[in-house]
T-cell receptor, first 118, second 113 residues
Framework: GAVVSQHPSWVICKSGTSVKIECRSLDFQATTMFWYRQFPKQSLMLMAT?????????EQGVEKDKFLINHASLTLSTLTVTSAHPEDSSFYIC??????????????FGEGSRLTVL | GDSVTQMEGPVTLSEEAFLTINCTYT??????LFWYVQYPGEGLQLLLKATKADDKGSNKGFEATYRKETTSFHLEKGSVQVSDSAVYFCALSVWGGGFKTIFGAGTRLFVKA
């Protein structure tokens, strides 16, 4: 299947700093990318949906000024956690897909990034 | 609204045992159905999929059949291995005023040697 590369795979930062996570589709052009957050032993919580060249659509309860999402090209989306605090510590996962009419809707996931804020 | 319900875990089995993880869904459109697997510390990987009623998805000994009449997509494997220990997510994708994927809560599987 298609490959999505996400990095860093883990990052530790001090409270108040900003952290950027990159998500790249290596062998396909992802028209849409999704960012999820996963708490320990829980399912994925969709944070936002981004389409290339347009603003991300955030899910209810997700602060768009805190979680900045950029999808500048068909192969790269970034999530920046601004002014991170310990409660932002989590596992963040991106996924990409080619979402057009008739497509099955299969998503390709990055490896995930574990963020620990001290 | 659209939703996915899967059996709660954890499920603990001995090696070579038969596995079933139940998944049912509700959807207003015509969804595609998926099983994703997440190994410890990793992202999700597609395990198998089915895009229409009566389709059977299969991969690595796992199977699931898209049952429209019972709105189910149960995951089965005849003989599990220790390496199958992971979290399994049932999901549906559907078009309807935009694209969306809905995930079940996940079922953690432990396989003992």
């Amino acid at each position: 299947g298609a490959v999505v590369s996400q990095h860093p795979s883990w990052v530790i930062c001090k409270s108040g700093t900003s952290v950027k996570i990159e998500c790249r589709s290596l062998d396909f052009q992802a028209t849409t990318m999704f960012w999820y957050r996963q708490f320990p032993k829980q399912s994925l919580m969709l944070m936002a949906t981004s389409n290339e060249g347009s603003k991300a659509t955030y899910e209810q309860g997700v602060e768009k000024d805190k979680f900045l999402i950029n999808h500048a090209s068909l192969t790269l989306s970034t999530l920046t956690v601004t002014s991170a605090h310990p409660e932002d510590s989590s596992f963040y996962i991106c996924s990409g897909g080619v979402l057009a009419g008739g497509n099955t809707g299969e998503l390709f996931f990055g490896e995930g990034s574990r963020l620990t804020v001290l | 609204g659209d939703s996915v319900t899967q059996m709660e875990g954890p499920v603990t089995l001995s090696e070579e045992a038969f596995l079933t993880i139940n998944c049912t869904y509700t959807a207003t459109g015509y969804p595609s159905l998926f099983w994703y697997v997440q190994y410890p510390g990793e992202g999700l990987q597609l395990l198998l999929k089915a895009t229409k009623a009566d389709d059977k998805g299969s991969n690595k000994g796992f199977e699931a059949t898209y049952r429209k009449e019972t709105t189910s997509f149960h995951l089965e494997k005849g003989s599990v291995q220790v390496s199958d220990s992971a979290v399994y997510f049932c999901a549906l994708s559907v078009w309807g005023g935009g694209f969306k994927t809905i995930f079940g809560a996940g079922t953690r599987l432990f396989v003992k040697a």
